[in-house]
């Protein structure tokens, strides 16, 4: 147990603070269906940096949560497949590696807390063995150590009376403590990547702000990074440092938080936040994006967005737009052939 | 025929012209009985609302806002009588006459749900998946013997295209849409029978921002045009900032705060509201959130605890606050919170 902990520490001291952790590249993520082929993730790229937050915005349909299940090699193949790309963690391509190393990999160096507390935990295990599995699965602890370890991790995400709280079964807590007993399960092995895949959209936003501050506590104590992938706005505002925009299984504008929300480039952007009603005054009118997502299984042509853009012309039905830097060196990365006209809208 | 004549002398018997809120609520109460044992005793009650009063204007927008469990669901269905009421009055006015909607009979109650209607929260449960948009909205009219044959399908079709939908989609199953376009069926199946008094529970919480931009207009857009009056009930505060006239802040089954949309937002008094407004994320990285932490979680309606119920997670609560529930203070004419230190 020391030396393997000796082991990962060492590990760890080769990727410093602000180095790139986690990079995807171009990961395409098919599904077979029963109208050909749908594209949910076709094309994304993003890097998430050590110790820092990576937010990923998009509405429901764009293919956040596939890249993310596709990083911990959890999409269900068949009817899901890989259809290119790369997925570099710490230098190593996860699509390539075995099952078992996969094995090894989830849960120990990259875990995941899942939306809906309620079906992401076992009903019929309490909760003390939920979190005991993984340190006795990844860290080789025996029954007591585990135990030990169980209490200690509940009691750092905030859960009154761990000694008692430990035996109970998921029902018998609330909708905020399971959240937080995800999260004690997610951090029981001290991962160096956390996916959190909306996990505060079921919670009220009292409980919401103390699961935030939570995870960003717990970020900041034990140097992790962290991919927020979320719906909201104001959420990603509040916690992240880079955010990535996502569209129809694409990234379409990428950037750190404060250039993004200072000045968003791309219309899709621009329109999630006209949209929001926040930032309207009183009798205004809220702004709206026209139409819906486009299905997976029939992307259109060229700019995935022009069905619902304003400003799509002949050139964006031919031609995809590449994720470009707005202006050199600024990081800001955005896909739109109309980014002047954009800075209008 | 006969339902809708009895309708219109109804509405044309003015007995007089005295105005007053079209809805008004004196202390609702609903208790859910909790039963033991084999001969079913009864040991408790849940008080998932307790004494609540609120009144909703004429063309007015008020909110109900609170935290999952506090009541607010079971107060808007309670209300329209999905839910029998335990205790409390409810008066509905319509042109000038009053009508004791908890004292109504079955078949006057079907008669006044014309005017009181329901939009649900979830587009996804809450329509039926084995009939057509058509059927969906014309049921109501059907029910209400209203329309009937091709005049029913003219008048549905006239209300899929009010709501933004295409007049196409009549014969369309449920799950053939999306979830803004089945969030639009259900205002259209709520507007069929030219309601004047609806209550959205949730009815935006489900769907994504440019969506939920989408039908948040829409709602607005048939409040001017057919004089409507809301009670939104909701969690999300920006949403309900930007729809409402008032807003009435609820904590485990009772009212703590109501006031005017922009008192509530720019001086909340009571701790709860403050609290609540803290924990709302600004989309702004520059200002970052002054939360007010509230340790816990919301206590059990069942057992709420004595004196104010929200003093066991109140930061700045004292001695007195576990002892006795407050009065409710006037602050302003249109401004009132129940809390000991104000």
């Known amino acids: 147990m020391a030396t393997s902990n000796q082991a990962r520490s060492a590990q760890r001291a080769e990727i410093k603070k602000g180095e790139v952790l986690l990079e995807v590249r171009n990961l395409r993520t098919h599904f077979r269906g029963d109208e050909g082929i749908a594209k949910a993730v076709d094309g994304v790229n993003y890097s998430v940096l050590a110790g820092q937050t990576l937010g990923i915005v998009g509405e429901s349909g764009c293919g956040k949560s596939v890249t993310a299940l596709s990083i911990l090699g959890l999409v269900p193949m068949p009817p899901g497949f890989h259809a290119g790309g790369e997925i570099l963690f710490r230098g190593e391509d996860l699509c390539k590696a075995s099952e078992a190393r996969m094995r090894q990999v989830r849960g120990n160096d990259i875990s995941m807390i899942f939306q809906e507390p309620m079906t992401a935990l076992n009903p019929v295990f309490t909760v003390g063995n939920q979190i005991m599995e993984t340190v006795m699965l990844h860290q080789g602890f025996d029954k007591d150590a585990a135990r030990n370890h169980a209490i200690s991790m509940l009691e750092k995400v905030g859960i009154p009376s761990p000694r008692q709280r430990v035996d109970e079964y998921p029902h018998q807590l609330s909708g905020g403590m399971r959240q937080r007993v995800m999260i004690a399960m997610a951090m029981a092995c001290s991962p160096q990547l956390l996916i959190a895949d909306e996990p505060t959209t079921a919670l009220d936003v009292t409980i919401q702000a103390q699961v935030l501050a939570l995870i960003t506590d717990l970020q900041r104590r034990e140097g992790m990074s962290v991919v927020l992938i979320t719906h909201d706005l104001g959420v990603v505002a509040q916690t992240t440092d880079h955010v990535a925009v996502m569209y129809a299984g694409k990234v379409v504008e990428y950037g750190d938080v404060e250039s993004i929300f200072g000045k968003p480039r791309h219309p899709y952007t621009i329109g999630l936040f006209h949209s929001l009603p926040d930032l309207a005054g009183p009798g205004e009118r809220l702004a709206t994006i026209d139409g819906i997502v486009p299905s997976a299984f029939h992307f259109p042509t060229g700019c995935r967005f022009r069905t619902r853009c304003l400003l799509a012309s002949d050139k964006c039905v031919n031609e995809e737009p590449a994720l470009v830097e707005a202006e050199s060196g600024s990081g800001h990365t955005v896909a739109c052939h109309h980014l002047e006209e954009a800075e209008k809208l | ?342």
Do not use: W
């Open chain 2, 1 to 342: 025929m006969s339902l809708a004549t009895e309708k219109q002398n109804m509405s044309t018997d003015k007995t007089s012209a005295a105005a007053g809120p079209l809805i008004s609520v004196e202390g609702m109460k609903k208790y859910f009985p909790i039963r033991k044992g084999i001969f079913s005793r009864h040991v408790g009650d849940v008080k998932a609302v307790d004494g609540l009063s609120f009144e909703v204007g004429h063309k007015e927008t008020l909110s109900l806002v609170g935290e999952s469990g506090c009541g607010k669901t079971t107060a808007g269905r309670t209300l329209l009588r999905l839910l029998e009421p335990t205790a409390g009055k409810a008066i509905y006015r319509p042109d000038g006459r009053e009508i004791e909607l908890f004292k109504l009979s079955g078949k006057k109650m079907k008669l006044a749900r014309r005017d009181l209607q329901m939009i649900f929260q979830d587009p996804y449960s809450s329509l039926n998946p084995r009939k057509t948009a058509g059927n969906i909205v014309g049921e109501a009219l059907r029910v209400h013997g209203i329309a009937k044959g091709a005049e029913l399908e003219d008048r549905v079709e006239q209300l899929l295209v009010r709501v933004g939908l295409r007049s196409d989609s009549f014969n369309r199953f449920a799950h053939e849409f999306s979830g803004g376009q089945r969030q639009r069926i259900g205002i259209a199946r709520a507007l069929a029978l030219e309601p004047r008094f609806i209550v959205c529970d949730e009815a935006v919480s489900a769907l994504d921002v440019s969506i939920q931009a989408q039908v948040i207009n829409l709602l607005k857009d048939l409040q001017d045009e057919l004089k409507l009056s809301y009670l939104f009930i909701a969690h999300d505060l920006s949403v309900v900032r930007y729809l409402s006239s008032r807003i009435a802040v609820m904590y485990l089954g009772r009212i703590v705060e109501v006031g005017t949309s922009q008192e509530v937002f720019q001086n909340p008094r009571h701790p709860y509201t403050q609290a609540l407004l803290s924990a709302v994320p600004r989309p702004d990285p520059k200002r970052k959130m002054q939360h007010i932490p509230l340790t816990g979680d919301v206590p059990s309606p069942m057992n709420p605890p004595p004196g104010c119920h929200f003093a066991p997670r109140c930061p700045v609560a004292e001695k007195h606050c576990h002892e006795s529930y407050p009065e409710t203070k006037q602050l302003s004419p249109t401004q009132a919170a129940a809390c000991h230190l104000l």
